[in-house]
């Protein structure tokens, strides 16, 4: 055992060393407290009577004999100020972000590569006729018919009225799933009996509620909602159930020590600790609804119902023509990996950097 | 046998500062279902008045952990009684147990929100805490973005946060460096003169309980019963590496391995 206190006088028996320490440290913030005056104390040795710190440590040696045993070797209490100043400069590690245009290129590039080749193969394949023109168009035919339609001026009243679907729908499954996650997780026998029967759900295909609903519903609204509910709530549930499952127990521990129990508990401890398995079950909530929606509006179609991207992709299939289904399917793609890169991808990367969850290799 | 009220009565000047930090009374606790029980402590009674440094030292499987969740209020004793004058007292783990969702300062506050102080005070107070564990500076850094040191440190003053009489640690820097734990030993010995605080100190680190504890109270093992009591008289500031220390520590650490042999006898 004193084999491994061995080094510690080494450390201590320099105090010069200990400005230098902090001096050298780029991050101006944290070490600049209490480095200010460790310097000076240092100089000062065991004469700054009239510090604070120096004068905390003459009132220190209550039970015995005075300072003398401070006088010895030992370091004064400033030294005490500077040494823990040195170490915490020298284990604080400086986090530097990269710059954003960077950040962008290392990140944009690449993908932007992969889509430039796709679309390369795609037109030589309609330039070398590997099926007839209206069966494969080009890249450009598609670009065009969904062009025509911008000019048209339909194409963003598809778009919203598909997007305002998904995310009502999304929401109202926010709402409900989150209660019923918290319940689940919280309460065992709940839990016993819906868990199970929850992550079982995840697993049916939501399209195969798409007949169910119609009977209940008819070709309507209530239809395609209920679709996007069914499809989206279990996925929002489950993230949670494992979000609260994933704690570690010394949160818990540790809230109780400070008080936090019950609603406070829940409110300070459990849901910010749960929060990153929460937005996990978010963005596959997201994802289920949109699966869901297009598969509602692919079938249920009806003239009083507004237009839909799945409306769309269903009437173009309709009229066989091929640059139109192409056109829709890509439409449905970009707002689906839209949302998720504009709206879930910069809240997540937040929530886990503040945390020190996102490695950067 | 349930909790045994005493008959002995109560001492005259019962307020938050009375003759007892904690007083720990003829407690056991067992674990398991009847029948196949595991007794972990068996009728310890120890007491830490207001303003006392004490030490709990002992080796694996003498229930030191378990008597510090007791005196916290985290679990019940299965016999005996436990008495916190001063309120909930504050406890420190080996993890630092921050809150990585808050900064260094609002994890304080959050202490001492729980506490009812009010929201145009806990900024001021979580400052005054911070500099106290000298980390000026370090109230809008996240958990991560701290040291070791730093994190023990930012929960001693979230600890302290709490205002108890009473600090509970339990091998708050055994997952520290001997460099680190050196001078953290240093800061917890600062602190407790400067606050009047009372420390139930565990460890299995016989020189660190002599370099901090007023008094050290040997436990032996399965169950855990309270083997010897030392008085440490040698004045503070002390250092690990000092000869009493060092003297103190083999007269404890002879009768620690005593205890530890009395094992493998059987």
Request: hydrophobic share 45%.
């Amino acid at each position: 055992m004193a084999s491994t206190e061995t080094t510690t006088p080494s450390t201590t028996g320099k105090p010069d060393d200990d400005p230098t320490g902090p001096a050298t440290a780029p991050d101006a913030e944290a070490p600049a407290g209490p480095a200010a005056d460790s310097p000076a104390e240092a100089a000062a040795g065991a004469t700054a009577e009239g510090d604070t710190t120096a004068a905390a440590a003459g009132t220190a040696v209550s039970t015995g004999a005075p300072a003398t045993a401070a006088g010895e070797s030992r370091p004064a209490a400033g030294d005490l100020a500077g040494l823990e100043a040195g170490l915490d400069a020298l284990d604080s590690t400086v986090v530097s972000r990269q710059p954003w245009l960077r950040t962008l290129l290392s990140k944009a590039f690449p993908p932007l590569i992969a889509i430039a080749i796709v679309l390369g193969l795609w037109q030589l394949a309609y330039h070398f006729q590997l099926k007839p023109h209206y069966l494969l168009p080009s890249p450009l035919d598609v670009f065009r018919s969904l062009q025509q339609k911008w000019l048209e001026g339909t194409l963003l009243s598809f778009v919203w009225t598909s997007v305002s679907r998904g995310a009502l729908g999304f929401l109202a499954s926010v709402a409900i799933g989150t209660v019923l996650g918290l319940i689940v997780a919280r309460v065992k026998p709940v839990r016993a009996a819906i868990g199970p029967i929850l992550s079982g759900l995840q697993s049916l295909p939501s399209v195969a509620w798409v007949p169910a609903a119609i009977i209940w519903f008819g070709l309507s609204d209530a239809t395609i909602y209920a679709v996007v509910l069914l499809g989206a709530v279990p996925s929002i549930a489950n993230g949670l159930v494992s979000g609260v499952d994933q704690i570690s127990p010394l949160y818990l521990r540790a809230g109780r020590t400070v008080g936090a129990t019950g609603l406070a508990g829940v409110r300070h401890v459990l849901l910010p600790a749960a929060l990153p398995g929460y937005l996990a079950g978010l963005k596959q909530g997201w994802a289920f609804s949109w699966r869901s929606l297009m598969a509602a509006e692919l079938i249920v179609n009806a003239p009083d119902l507004g237009t839909g991207l799945g409306q769309l992709l269903e009437q173009g299939r309709e009229l066989q023509d091929m640059s139109w289904v192409l056109g829709a399917i890509l439409l449905i793609l970009i707002v689906g990996i839209g949302i998720e890169l504009l709206i879930f991808a910069p809240i997540e990367r937040r929530v886990l950097r503040s945390r020190g969850l996102l490695v950067k290799s | 046998m349930t909790t045994n009220t005493l008959t002995k009565p109560a001492p005259a000047a019962a307020g938050s500062t009375g003759p007892y930090a904690a007083r720990i009374q003829h407690v056991s606790k067992s674990f398991g279902r009847p029948g196949a029980q595991q007794q972990v402590l068996d009728n310890i009674s120890i007491d830490v008045t207001p303003g006392e440094f004490v030490c709990l030292l002992g080796a694996s499987g003498c229930g030191k952990s378990t008597l510090l969740s007791l005196v916290a209020g985290l679990d019940k004793p299965s016999a005996g009684t436990i008495e916190t004058p001063g309120g909930r007292p504050a406890l420190m783990f080996q993890e630092h147990a921050l809150f990585p969702w808050l900064t260094a300062g609002r994890n304080i506050e959050l202490a001492l929100r729980m506490r009812g102080v009010p929201r145009a005070e806990r900024r001021g107070e979580a400052e005054r805490l911070l500099e106290l564990v000298r980390l000026k500076g370090a109230y809008g850094k996240r958990v991560h973005e701290l040291s070791g040191g730093m994190r023990q440190r930012v929960a001693m003053a979230r600890a302290l946060a709490q205002d108890s009489q009473l600090l509970l640690m339990d091998e708050p820097f055994a997952a520290l460096d001997a460099i680190t734990r050196d001078v953290l030993h240093d800061e917890l010995t600062r602190i407790w003169h400067e606050t009047n605080l009372s420390v139930l100190f565990v460890t299995h680190n016989v020189r660190e309980a002599v370099r901090l504890g007023e008094r050290v109270v040997l436990l032996s093992s399965r169950p855990g019963r309270v083997a010897r009591e030392w008085q440490v008289d040698i004045p503070q500031p002390r250092r690990i590496e000092d000869s009493a220390v060092a003297d103190l520590s083999v007269e404890i650490t002879e009768q620690l391995r005593g205890e530890i042999r009395r094992h493998g006898q059987h």
